[in-house]
């Protein structure tokens, strides 16, 4: 009876000093939250931690560029470039670290030398918040190859587009842009505002202070040369999106064209290269002579880092067909409307490069494209190295992979168009151009 009892007691006094531990454990974890909504409580946020899960993930899987993401409140240092996650994570080691090189060519060694480093830490920063922001950052540079419009385009804002319809969710994004070359933001302001409508572009150096985010996206999505893959995308986009996006960045509701009273002339817009020392058009007053004798009104477009964005689009926006020889000066071709018509001039040995960088995106941006390529005697190749050189007979064994010889065809060379040849083609780009005004008329 005796040890009946004992028994009894024993397992009463079992469940008691579970009880007891229980009592325990919610107090502790209710201390606990305290202290943890307190140390939230420190950097001004309002926030709620999701708890048991990365705060820091990286993917490293594609060969051009890698991209960051961190859940959680975010403090920039200006000074060592370093984003700190803020939450519960903080008093949790081994803190994560990781780094990455925000510009999507990161195999390329010459881009990437341009371009700044940061790093991701779950570890505790040792200073408070400057500036607290309500809305996600997008981290990236402007290093590498900017300042060329053909890669600002393609490395930079078609990978925004990308990035925001990819991982943003529809949410208004701030963008924090490092390496930024002199005169790149001024150029560019009117496009990265419409980016980002409700918020101040933050340059990382001209910052003074720390400045805080609820979350944070470091790094680009970039899909290829010129293209954006809808089926990579949640809500799919095209490059026609992008083309719709840029005329709500340039052109405001009801700017009409120019040239509005044209009595049916063509407008041709022809992209110069002058005094670019390679690829130019030595005979280019012979060009536009034959152009404007075929039915065309002419008019040149002279790029360079100070002419103002909006007055290319304006004007490329407002012809029927763009001229040009293989270059950078060939991406305004986004700009074009549906049914204009691109004429690419194709030297000698950069035939894949003209397929690739802008015959492609003209069949995904509806234009109509003509390709003219150089032969030979057009060449100043054969005037340098003779028309039977291997240099211009055959490139490719002539460049055996190796870069130092393909920029013979990028730098070394011009052209000067065959004018009875050229006519043909001119012609033929004018029926385009023709059907194209009666279409839209």
Not at 272 to 282: F, N, V
Not at 373 to 387: F, P, Q, R, T, V
Not at 408 to 432: A, G, H, P, S
Request: aromatic letters at 10%; hydrophobic letters at 40%; proline letters at 5%.
């Amino acid at each position: 009876m005796l040890e009946g009892k004992t028994s009894t007691l024993s397992i009463t006094a079992i469940w008691f000093s579970i009880l007891g531990l229980i009592i325990i454990f919610q107090i502790n974890v209710v201390r606990d939250s305290t202290r943890l909504m307190l140390s939230i409580s420190k950097w001004n946020w309002d926030f709620e931690v999701t708890y048991n899960t990365t705060v820091i993930t990286c993917d490293r899987s594609n060969e051009t560029y890698d991209i960051c993401t961190i859940n959680s409140p975010t403090l920039l240092d200006q000074t060592s470039l370093t984003l700190f996650t803020l939450g519960t994570h903080t008093r949790t080691q081994p803190y994560i670290h990781m780094k990455i090189q925000p510009y999507p060519l990161k195999n390329d060694k010459k881009a990437i030398t341009l371009v700044s480093e940061f790093t991701l830490t779950s570890a505790p920063p040792k200073s408070s918040c400057g500036v607290t922001h309500h809305s996600p950052a997008l981290v990236f540079s402007v290093g590498g190859y900017s300042g060329n419009f053909y890669h600002d385009i393609n490395e930079i804002f078609i990978p925004i587009f990308i990035t925001i319809n990819s991982l943003s969710n529809g949410q208004d994004v701030i963008l924090v842009i490092t390496d930024v070359k002199h005169g790149w933001f001024e150029k560019y302001v009117d496009l990265l505002s419409t980016f980002s409508p409700n918020h101040t572009i933050i340059n990382t150096s001209n910052l003074t202070t720390t400045h805080c985010f609820p979350s944070a996206i470091v790094g680009l999505i970039k899909h290829g040369q010129m293209i954006i893959n809808p089926k990579l995308l949640p809500n799919p986009k095209t490059l026609l999106d992008f083309h719709g996006f840029l005329k709500g960045a340039y052109m405001k509701k009801n700017t009409p064209l120019l040239f509005p009273d044209n009595k049916g002339k063509p407008i041709l817009t022809l992209v110069s290269r002058k005094g670019s020392y390679s690829r130019e058009i030595l005979n280019q007053d012979e060009v536009i002579k034959l152009a404007e004798d075929v039915g065309f009104d002419v008019h040149v477009l002279e790029p360079s880092i100070n002419f103002p964005v909006a007055d290319a689009f304006r004007l490329i926006h407002s012809s029927n067909v763009m001229l040009g020889v293989h270059g950078a000066g060939l991406t305004n071709l986004v700009f074009l409307r549906q049914g204009s018509v691109l004429v690419q001039v194709v030297p000698i040995g950069l035939e894949w490069a003209s397929e690739t960088y802008y015959n492609k995106p003209t069949k995904l941006l509806g234009l109509d494209y003509v390709e003219y390529k150089i032969e030979a005697n057009e060449s100043s190749l054969s005037w340098e190295y003779g028309a039977e050189s291997l240099v211009v007979k055959n490139p490719k064994a002539f460049r055996q992979g190796k870069w130092s010889k393909h920029l013979v065809y990028l730098k070394e060379q011009n052209v000067k168009i065959d004018i009875i040849r050229f006519r043909n083609c001119l012609t033929t780009v004018y029926e385009k151009a023709k059907k194209f005004i009666n279409s839209t008329s």
